[in-house]
């Protein structure tokens, strides 16, 4: 009898178990598709301008007299073989309207149901890949770049507050497989061109990306009746959490080894006010401000000294060193969004501290050349995406659990203005140190 019971009672943990597989599996699939378009654009940024200015010098002499261009070089002048656009203005274009969403998505992105908002990430996207593939003029490019920043900002602040629905382990998930989409873009990016295929053909090849986000929402992710899917009726609270979802969470806490901490809010029914969302943001400084400092010192490395970290004569060509610092840089931020398994770390403001030095070592570097090797630089590069992915994962894994219930939703999706913001803030600072540079 004792055996018979304990047969019938294996198929639920199972069942259990199973859906926690995947949901976890599809966070993972949707964070690498969702940010798959802004890493590709990125490993893309010299080789956008390139062409650009390329076609720029062969269609106009003047043109290429007043750059300094000959036979389609970016720059003959100066020793850091510089395009005359920095490549933060693909960042540029890349950030400020991932800024302009996670500002204001927040406040009213609850009105619109999650299924139409990954339908509309899904299609941006394809469009981004298409209008770069096949653009004639800068501006197209520009405009590409910047659908690849809408469909990544708003899936960033639907898929986190998504998060709240399901188990929180989701959110390691998430992590790692927006670390996994810097890997795979990053590689397959450099290493289809390096096999000899265009950066046109290549972005093409990327348009099954869009299609996998689908895939992966409607038919991988086991949502809960509580999820707001088609309509924002049902549940009545959509833009925070129903009863329902309250439910789950409560269940989910009561694993928890904080389950029991006093001073416990107790759950209020209806939306969040104004006021209330105002406290929440500053609640939320204290996760906000070290994941930009994080975020400033790290992308003013890639898009303002990164370009200029060139090596001449050795085995790989400019834009060749340029795309395997961004790989390399990718894999150290997937490795450090998937530790979420393995250690945690509260002491968020550390990564700010050693990021900050790691760019200043840097800006050194770049001023008076005195890193003898490549290599060495890659492993910079390597150091400074593992400080990057692992102040970003633990960041939302603290905020996943000291935020209340009630507010959890609303958290998530605010506090990837704090990156964001960081980044835009070292674009600003990217392009007089890259003219600067560049004007030697």
């Known amino acids: 009898m004792e055996q018979t019971n304990s047969v019938n009672a294996d198929p639920a943990p199972t069942s259990d178990r199973c859906t926690k597989g995947r949901n976890w599996t599809g966070f993972w699939v949707l964070g690498l598709c969702n940010n798959f378009a802004y890493v590709v654009m990125l490993s893309a940024a010299h080789d956008i301008l390139n062409k650009q200015e390329h076609e720029n010098s062969t269609s106009s002499a003047s043109v290429t007299s007043a750059h300094g261009l000959q036979a389609g070089n970016s720059s003959n ?12 203005a693909v960042l540029l274009a890349d950030i400020l309207p991932t800024l302009f969403i996670k500002m204001l998505a927040p406040f009213v992105i609850h009105r619109f149901p999650y299924g139409y908002r990954i339908l509309f990430c899904a299609l941006t996207a394809a ?9 004639s003029a800068l501006w197209m490019s520009f405009l ?11 899936g960033e602040v639907s898929f986190l507050a998504l998060t709240v629905y399901f188990d929180r382990d989701v959110v390691g998930g998430w992590g790692s497989g927006t670390g996994g989409a810097g890997v795979m873009g990053a590689v397959l990016y450099s290493g289809l061109t390096q096999l000899g295929l265009t950066p046109r053909v290549t972005l093409l090849i990327m348009l099954v990306i869009p299609a996998a986000m689908v895939l992966s929402y409607f038919f991988l992710l086991v ?13 009545p609270c959509a833009s925070l959490c129903s009863e329902e979802t309250q439910g789950l969470m409560d269940s989910a806490e009561d694993e928890d080894e904080d389950r ?15 006021t209330e969302k105002i406290q929440v943001l500053k609640g939320l400084l204290k996760f906000m401000i070290p994941l930009g400092m994080v975020y400033f010192a790290e992308y003013f490395i890639n898009q303002g000294l990164m370009e200029l970290l060139y090596f001449p004569g050795i085995f790989l060509s400019h834009a060749e060193q340029y795309r395997w610092y961004q790989t390399l840089y990718q894999v150290g931020v997937f490795v450090s969004r998937s530790s979420l398994c393995c250690f945690k770390i509260r002491q968020l403001w550390l990564f700010a501290l050693l990021q900050i030095l790691n760019t200043v070592l840097l800006v050194f570097a770049v001023a008076f ?26 960041t939302f894994y603290f905020i996943s659990k000291e935020t209340e219930e009630r507010h959890r939703e609303f958290a998530m999706a ?27």
């Open 414 to 440: 605010l506090a990837s203005v704090g990156d964001t913001m960081g980044i835009c803030l070292s674009t600003a600072l990217s392009f007089p140190v890259h003219n600067y540079f560049c004007s030697l």
């Open 77 to 88: 002048s100066s020793v850091y073989d510089c395009n005359p656009t920095s490549t933060a």
């Open 144 to 154: 590409g770049v910047i659908l690849a920043s809408i469909s990544s900002g708003l």
């Open 223 to 235: 949502p809960p009746p509580s999820m707001p899917q088609w309509s924002t009726k049902d549940p």
């Open 369 to 394: 050349r005195f890193i003898p090797s490549v290599w060495i630089v890659f492993a910079i590069i390597l150091y400074e995406g593992l400080l990057g992915g692992g102040g970003y994962v633990n």
């Open 260 to 274: 029991t901490a006093p001073g416990r809010a107790v759950m209020v029914k209806g939306p969040l006010s104004f």
């Open 127 to 135: 469009a981004s890949f298409f209008m770069v593939s096949f653009s």
